[in-house]
C-alpha cells in the first residue's frame, strides 16, 4: 500500500483510503481529498516537505505527514 507521500513529481494517483482521524481527516476532507479522487502530484520540496497537489481542479500544498495518511494506487 503506497500513501501520497511516496508519489513522485509527474504521477496521477487515486485515492483509496485516508487513515488520519478527528479533525486532521476532516481537514484533508475539506480540501477535497476523498475516496476515489484522482491526485496528480506537481511537486515536492528539496527537502521533500510541503508537496504541491492538484486535485478537483485546484492546487493543494499538503505537508509530509498529512500525505503520509493518503493511500493511493
Known amino acids: 500500500m503506497k500513501t501520497l507521500k511516496e508519489i513522485p ?3 496521477t494517483v487515486m485515492v ?3 487513515s488520519g482521524e478527528g479533525p486532521v481527516k476532516r481537514r484533508i476532507m ?3 481529498i476523498t475516496k476515489g479522487v484522482s491526485v496528480y ?3 515536492v520540496a528539496p ?3 510541503p508537496i504541491e497537489v492538484t486535485v478537483r481542479g485546484y492546487e493543494l500544498s499538503l505537508r509530509k505527514e498529512d500525505a503520509q495518511m493518503i493511500e493511493v494506487e
Open 9 to 11: 513529481c509527474g504521477k
Open 16 to 18: 483509496r483510503k485516508l
Open 30 to 32: 475539506d480540501m477535497g
Open 41 to 43: 502530484v506537481r511537486k
Open 47 to 49: 527537502l521533500g516537505d
